[in-house]
């Protein structure tokens, strides 16, 4: 079992900034793909982007592509997502996410989402 925590949601003005975190913690977190997702107000789940543990291989939606960055913290299993130049389309419920693939098709492992909310 693995668990994830996420934090560092808020409101935010159009074209600022937030910096969510992920905590992992349990039976050896730091052998799956680690990824966030979003869930806009109305819409579904949607993939924003991932790394592995290992590798500095991260990828990206195109939405949010030159405007956020996923990181990770080895050493305290945490990951990060900063994100830069908010819309309001960005607007959601962020999930960190935990995968034995890259593929992320089907997730093993779901944080309680933290929301964020962009104003214009």
Not at 11 to 40: D, E, H, I, K, T
Not at 61 to 87: C, E, H, P, W
Request: proline letters at 3%; a neutral charge.
């Amino acid at each position: 079992q693995v668990q994830l925590v996420e934090s560092g949601g808020g409101l935010v003005q159009a074209g600022g900034s937030l910096r969510l975190s992920c905590a992992a913690s349990g039976r050896s977190p730091n052998r799956y793909y680690m990824g966030w997702f979003r869930q806009p107000p109305g819409k579904e789940r949607e993939f924003v982007t991932a790394i592995s543990w290992s590798v500095d291989n991260a990828r990206y939606a195109d939405s949010v592509k030159g405007r956020f960055a996923i990181s990770r913290d080895r050493a305290t299993n945490m990951v990060y997502l900063q994100m830069n130049s908010l819309k309001p389309e960005d607007t959601a419920v962020y999930y960190c996410a935990a995968d034995d693939t890259s593929s992320f098709v089907a997730v093993d492992y779901w944080g309680q989402g933290t929301q964020v909310t962009v104003s214009s």
